[in-house]
């Protein structure tokens, strides 16, 4: 069961999303909060599994809020839905560590499915996002020596462009599943970032994969 948590100011929009949301035998909503400092307070209490966060709110905003619920809980997958398709709000919030981004214009199966990605580990970008990616600039533009790859490690960021989950990956590569989080912690930390969304960002902009 996925314990899922709404950030959203909008009454009527939580309230859509909580019917639709309960239809679902995995999903439960535990919580909603109604701006970034109203999460803040709430997540302890609610120990969501998935937190669906909306970035203009009154008092912390959904990026900012991200990046510290991010550094306090990071186990909690954050799943932006806004209707900002702007890129400083998309490259703002996946630089705080959300593990998917979508737009409200988004059908509700798509959000569905959305929550139970994230949920899984894996990251989700809305379809009008992705090009996006090839405009990031990264503050960086070479990989350090000392964070070059195993030729293991690119083979498993290959799967992890590809979008695979770890179970996938264990499969193609012949390697536990416990093996491919080690690798996927070292990527993490070689390349200094948070999500899986971020790892696809950095190797597309860095060339480190074919494409």
Known sequence: MIKLMLVDDHAVLRDGLRNILELEDDIRVVGEAVSGDDA???????????????????????????????????????LVLTMHNHDEYFMAAIRE????????D??????????RTVARGESVIHPSMTKKLL????????????????????????????????????????????????????IFKKFDVKSRSQVVIYAVQNKLVPM
């Open 40 to 78: 803040l307070e709430k997540v302890p209490m609610c120990e969501p599994d998935v937190i669906l966060m909306d970035i203009n709110m009154p008092q912390k905003n959904g990026v900012e809020t991200t990046g510290i619920l991010k550094k306090k809980y990071p186990s909690i997958k954050i």
């Open 97 to 104: 560590g959300a593990d998917g981004y979508l737009l409200k």
């Open 106 to 115: 988004a059908p509700s199966e798509q959000v569905v499915e959305a929550i």
């Open 135 to 186: 405009n990031f600039h990264q503050q960086q533009q070479e990989q350090p020596k000392d964070n070059a790859l195993t030729e293991r490690e690119t083979e498993v960021l290959q799967c992890l462009v590809e979008g695979l989950s770890n179970k996938e990956i264990a499969e193609r590569l012949f390697i536990s599943d416990k093996t491919v989080k080690i690798h996927v912690s070292k």
